[in-house]
């Protein structure tokens, strides 16, 4: 996992990089919120969505829903970057539709979008 802080519109934020899995449970979320804050001080992160076991996008799991709690009881906002139109079942569709509404986890397909996005929260 390679993370690197940059600055947009004053806002500092993590885009992390990297082949594997790092996120596929609660405490691996959590560890991974510790390592970002860490190395960055940022609590705007940018991630790919091959970073994310595949149950995180299984919503019968409830993976996702425990994991993205973390995130917004530890206030960082997460854009996940990838494409989503792969994913056929209409509950995870319009959960992503649901959270691309708010402000705290947004769903995109670039990054550079999600940098976008995440420097005017």
Same mark, same amino acid.
């Given at each position: 996992?390679?993370?690197?802080?940059?600055?947009?519109?004053?806002?500092?934020?993590?885009?992390?990089?990297?082949?594997?899995?790092? +996120?596929?449970?609660?405490?691996?979320?959590?560890?991974?919120?510790?390592?970002?804050?860490?190395?960055?001080?940022?609590?705007?992160?940018?991630?790919?969505?091959?970073?994310?076991?595949?149950?995180?996008?299984?919503?019968?799991?409830?993976?996702?829903?425990?994991?993205?709690?973390?995130?917004?009881?530890?206030?960082?906002?997460?854009? +996940?970057?990838?494409? $989503?139109? +792969?994913?056929?079942?209409?509950?995870?569709?319009? $959960?992503?539709?649901?959270?691309?509404?708010?402000?705290?986890?947004?769903?995109?397909?670039?990054?550079?979008?999600?940098?976008?996005?995440?420097?005017?929260?």
């Amino acid at each position: 996992m390679n993370i690197r802080k940059i600055s947009a519109n004053g806002n500092e934020i993590a885009v992390v990089d990297g082949d594997g899995i790092c +996120i596929s449970d609660v405490q691996s979320a959590l560890d991974f919120m510790v390592s970002v804050d860490y190395e960055t001080g940022s609590h705007s992160v940018v991630i790919r969505k091959e970073a994310f076991s595949e149950d995180f996008f299984i919503l019968s799991t409830r993976i996702a829903g425990e994991i993205l709690q973390k995130f917004i009881t530890y206030q960082f906002k997460l854009a +996940i970057v990838g494409d $989503f139109s +792969i994913y056929t079942s209409k509950p995870l569709n319009d $959960f992503i539709y649901e959270c691309n509404k708010g402000r705290d986890i947004l769903f995109v397909s670039t990054e550079e979008d999600a940098i976008e996005k995440l420097s005017r929260v």
